[in-house]
Structure formats: C-alpha cells, structure tokens
C-alpha cells in the first residue's frame, strides 16, 4: 500500500504542475450503467474442465460506476485528465445452478484513480466526437455474495474475501458524442469498455472482471 500511496502522490504532484499552466480546463462528472461479466483461464491445462464448469453455470450481472475527472489540455483537439472513480462488478450463476441456492451472485466494489487523455474531432460549432483511452489504478474495497436459498423468499448477503491483490488495475475506452450546451456546459455520451488486467486470485482459476455499457457525463468547463 506504501507503493500505491506513492504512485498516487506522484500523480497528484504531476497533474498540479500541469494544472498551473495556462491550460483549457474543465470537471466531468459521469455515471457508468452497464453488464458486468469475468474471462476466466485455468492455471494449468489440466484444470481446463474446472473452467469449463465455471462457463457453464455462471453469466453476466448489471453494474455500476462513478467517475470524477479533472481535464486539462493543450489544445482544442486533446486534452489528458486524472481523476476518481468507484465501480461495483461482477458476475452471476444462472437461476438453479447452485445446490441449495435459488440465485447467488457475486459482487466486488472498487475505488479507482483514473488517468488517460482524450482525443477530439469536431463536426460542427456544437458536436464533437471523441475517444478517452484511460488506465485505472485502485483497489478492491468489498466483495459481497448475495444469494436467496432453496424455498426461502429473501436475499441474504456476505462478505466474501477472494485472494485478490491489494492493488487493482484496470483498462478501459471510451468513445462517443460530446455536445455544447451552453459556454460553460457539455453533455457526453459514449460507450464504455473496462477490463482487469491483473487477475484477481492466486488459485486454480484466473478471474479478471470487465464491464460494457454506457457512459452519461456533464463536464463543466473551468476556463483558461
């Protein structure tokens, strides 16, 4: 966690230098709706079939994110941003799959610390397009199993707690439409791709989660 606290100081450190100069820049608030689902990959070939069970019993679940970013730029058509983001993901077995459960599902909470840039095309004096490759940094902050059992009517839930490492990292782009509302307001909408580049445990099976969906954003410009 030292080496996290570090990184995350450095970046800070880095954007606040960028920041003092006399840059475009602006505050995007963003909601995430999305499928969430995991690749998964055996050890070993040998433990191919453990993999091939896991298939057949599980399937996607719907997630969520939140983002925060700070955007500043140096030109009209690009601009690099760092920000925070929270996102919950995760994944589903099928309805009756598992003995003694109805449904069990799997969840896993992530504060993030995104940083990437964004490219610009602009149409016309109110409709951009634009593409937002980012890597985000962060760690895993709860995982949950909620699950309703055999003959029994409610959701119960626990904390589950997966071999995963402390430090998480993610991929994601994002591309899409950015129009003007006004001079100081925008509205983008994109689709949104995010993947777990590290797995999550040490075991037999290799899990690394992903989300697709949708990406809704007001950005505030801040001026020069």
């Not at 983001?85 to 993030?112: D, P, V």
């Not at 992903?210 to 007001?218: D, E, S």
Request: glycine share 8%; with cysteine; aromatic share 12%.
């Amino acid at each position: 966690m030292k080496r996290f606290a570090l990184y995350i100081l450095l970046l800070g450190a880095s954007h606040c230098a960028f920041a003092q100069k006399d840059t475009l820049q602006a505050l995007e608030i963003s909601i995430n709706p999305g499928m969430n689902y995991r690749l998964i990959a055996a050890k070993n070939q040998e433990l191919s079939w453990l993999k091939d069970i896991q298939d057949s019993l599980q399937q996607p679940s719907a997630g969520i994110g939140i983002q925060i970013n700070h955007e500043f730029g140096i030109s009209e058509k690009r601009s690099y941003f760092m920000g925070i983001a929270y996102s919950r993901q995760g994944y589903e077995y099928k309805k009756n799959s598992l003995e003694g459960f109805r449904s069990y599902a799997l969840h896993h909470q992530f504060i993030q610390f995104p940083i990437g840039f964004n490219l610009y095309y602009r149409m016309n004096e109110r409709l951009q397009l634009a593409i937002q490759p980012s890597l985000l940094t962060g760690a895993l902050i709860a995982s949950t199993a909620s699950y309703v059992q055999q003959g029994d009517q409610a959701t119960r839930k626990m904390e589950t707690y997966p071999q995963s490492v402390a430090i998480s990292l993610h991929a994601q782009l994002a591309a899409g439409f950015i129009a003007r509302i006004d001079q100081n307001w925008k509205f983008r909408a994109n689709v949104v791709y995010q993947q777990q580049l590290k797995a999550m445990g040490q075991g037999a099976l290799h899990v690394r989660l992903f989300t697709a969906g949708l990406q809704f954003a007001l950005v505030r410009s801040l001026g020069n």
